[in-house]
Every structure is written in structure tokens, then in C-alpha cells.
């Protein structure tokens, strides 16, 4: 485990820091599917991602969801230890979205190394800016761009991060990553469909006209 | 100027910190509607606000506008001195909704004491964290709640924040705090006075059943 391949100020560090950071950080993996983190009450720690995906995401109070972001090798996770910054006043789960390996380094330990160094300190606040400009991208999308744009989009990203153009994934599933009712997102995909650019079958997605449906999410 | 009532960090500061932060902080009127940031390409400063009141919003391609949060006497605002955090992707604007005095001060010269400073980064990552968790509100508001629910928490809220229960606010101005066209706005707003909730008047809406406004918002 290279901690340095997560925290670039880690030469920043005293060697006293970071034998705290590296002793306290224990090795967990998740099955896909598993959650990781449930929300405020919880404080599970950092999550340093060594390999698979997890899928950061609300709920509102009738069940509906929506992907906020997600994380893969080597990103870290920071508000799976909200508990450490008494302003996170927001609940966000996480799940494995794949078979998983993290690392995790309990909340009161990072806080502790963070209040001794402005290094690791400002580095805490980029990764937040990070977030903070994914969730700010985001709602870009949900309030001002069409679902048909949103749903060309999310295909063709979904096809490069799996490598394929035949997507296994429910219409259910989509509809809990952009925050639309399955009915929804069954509806848009048959227009899809019935514009030639995707074949609908059961349990797949298979992009047919990519060109297309770049086009439509303004790519 | 007491700096320590922004900055609850200040006596963690040494003397030579503290000087540095007030030497080059500078003072700045602002006239009700003027506009005081502009997005990525520019680069104000940390916004600290001694009076007044202002409004950070996004905008659409296509010209619309949804606030994001308001800033009060003592709030200090972070992302008009985006350039100091390379991970700040989006672009916000800010007005004054109100004639306003604020002290700014220059990006480098807290990002310079930011960076010798744990203490500071810390705080500066609360205040970060505190904008996010507005944001992640509103996101809540605008992926599942009602416009009807929405509207009437914002009028309410006003009512709060001018202390009085006839506004003064134009059907624009709504739509560009919440996303929504005039249009919109207009049409909620007559089935609101249709219900008793408001009387409305050239230029003004007086909120006549806060009651009944304050179930429907949910509060």
C-alpha cells in the first residue's frame, strides 16, 4: 500500500504523521452490492479506494435515488468520515458498485494528523472541491438539461467505464442513478430505440448509434 | 474590524499571520444589484460581509438563474477566491441583493497563510463543507419536492429575512431564486391566492395564511 499514490503532500507529512495514517489504516473488502456507508449517524472513516467502484448516491424520503458520484482506484472517499467536519450536514450512502478493495483510516485519526498539518489539511479541501464540483455538475444537469440528453449521456459513459457497447443494467437501475421513476427511463429508452439508437433486450442495452446519441447528449 | 468574529480560528493564528490577513484586506461598498463576482475567470478574493446581503447563483446557457445562498452580516464567502483551490470546477455568480460593505481579502495572501496555517485550512474547510451541505439541500429540494411545496418555503423564508409579510419582489425575481420561468411562477402563485395563502397586488405579494403556506412547505 503506497499512501502516497492517495495524499500527493505526503512527503509533507512528519514521519511521526504518518506512521499514525499508515498503523491506523486497516484493509476491508466488499462484495458488490455490499454498503459501505449509511449516513450521518455512521462514521466509517476515510475510504482510500485500492480497486472496484463504489457509487455515492441520496435517497429521498419515498425511496426514489440519485447518483452523486463515484469512486475508483485511488480516489478517496471523505464523507464516509462527515463526522470529522461538524458543517457536513448533508446524508449520502455508499455501495460497491463492484467487487471491492479499500482502505480505511478511522475519522478521529485522519482529523487528529489534519489539525497538526496544513498540508494534509489543504489537501482535505481540494478533494472536497472535487465533490463539491461534481455534485455542482450535476445539478447543472438535473435542473436544466432534458432527460433525453441526460440518458444519451449516462449510456455512453456507462460504455467506457465498462468497455462495452452491450450494457447489463436495469431500466430500474438507471432510474436510481438519474433520480427518474423506472417508467421513465422505460419510455425514453424505446424512443431510443425506435430512432436506431440502441437495441432493447431483456436485461441489456446495446448502444447502436453512438454517433447519435453523442449528438443528443451535446458531447 | 474584528477579524475574530469571522474567523473563530483567529487567536490560533501567530501575530505575523493575523497581520498579513488585515494588512491587505481592503474594504468595498457595494450598491443594491451590483455584481461582485463573476465566475472562474476572475478572481475577487475571500468575501468577508460586514453588512448587507448577498446572493450566489448559477445561470443557465440559456439565461436562467437558480440561487444558490445567501451570505449575511459575518458570513464569509469562499468561492469568489476560487482560484486558490484548483478543484473548484463550476462557476457561480455573485450579487449584492442589498447595499453591502464587505472586506476582501486578496486570494494569494489567505491561500500564502492557508498554507502555513492547519488551523486556517481547517476552518476554511468547515466553511466549504457548511456551502456544500446548501447545497446538497437544495439539490434535495429540486430533485424531489413538489413546486408548489418549494414556493411556498421560499416566500415564507423571505418573509423571515425582510421581517415583514408584504413583499416586494417581482414574479422574475422568484423564477430566477428557484429555476423556474416566470411563467411558472405566475401561475403557482394565482392558484396560492385562489386558496387564500396570498393576495397579490402590482409588485407585491402579501402572504395573508402563513398558516396553511407553512403545511404545504412542510415546516
Known amino acids: 500500500m503506497n499512501f502516497a499514490d492517495y495524499f500527493p503532500v505526503w512527503d509533507k507529512l512528519t514521519s511521526g504523521q504518518r506512521d ?5 489504516a486497516a484493509a476491508r473488502r466488499l462484495k458488490k452490492g455490499e454498503n459501505l456507508y ?4 455512521q462514521c466509517t472513516g476515510l475510504i ?3 480497486s472496484g467502484q463504489l457509487r455515492a448516491y441520496t435517497v429521498s424520503e419515498d425511496g426514489r435515488e440519485i447518483t452523486l458520484y463515484r469512486l475508483f ?4 472517499c471523505l464523507f464516509s468520515a462527515s463526522c470529522m467536519m461538524k458543517s457536513i450536514q448533508f446524508h449520502i450512502i455508499i455501495d460497491a458498485e463492484k467487487d471491492t478493495e479499500v482502505v480505511i483510516i478511522p475519522s478521529e485519526v485522519y482529523k487528529g494528523v489534519m489539525e497538526t498539518s496544513a498540508a494534509l489539511a489543504n489537501y482535505t479541501g481540494e478533494i472536497m472541491a472535487s465533490r463539491f464540483s461534481d455534485v455542482m455538475w450535476l445539478m447543472d444537469q438535473v435542473l436544466w438539461k432534458r432527460f433525453d440528453s ?3 449521456g449516462f449510456l455512453l459513459e456507462e460504455a467506457r467505464m ?3 457497447d452491450t450494457l447489463k443494467i436495469t431500466h430500474e437501475a438507471i432510474g436510481n442513478h438519474m433520480g427518474n421513476p423506472r417508467e421513465v427511463v422505460t419510455r425514453m429508452l424505446r424512443y431510443f430505440q425506435n430512432e436506431g439508437m ?4 431483456r436485461g441489456t442495452i446495446a448502444l447502436t448509434d453512438k454517433k447519435k446519441l453523442r449528438e443528443l447528449a451535446d458531447e
Do not use: N, P, Q
Open 150 to 152: 441526460r440518458l444519451a
Open 198 to 201: 440502441v437495441k432493447l433486450s
Open 48 to 50: 482510500l479506494v485500492r
Open 20 to 24: 499514525t495514517l499508515s498503523s491506523y
Open 38 to 41: 449509511h449516513g450521518l449517524e
Open 73 to 76: 482506484d485511488r480516489d478517496i
Open 162 to 164: 465498462e468497455g462495452t
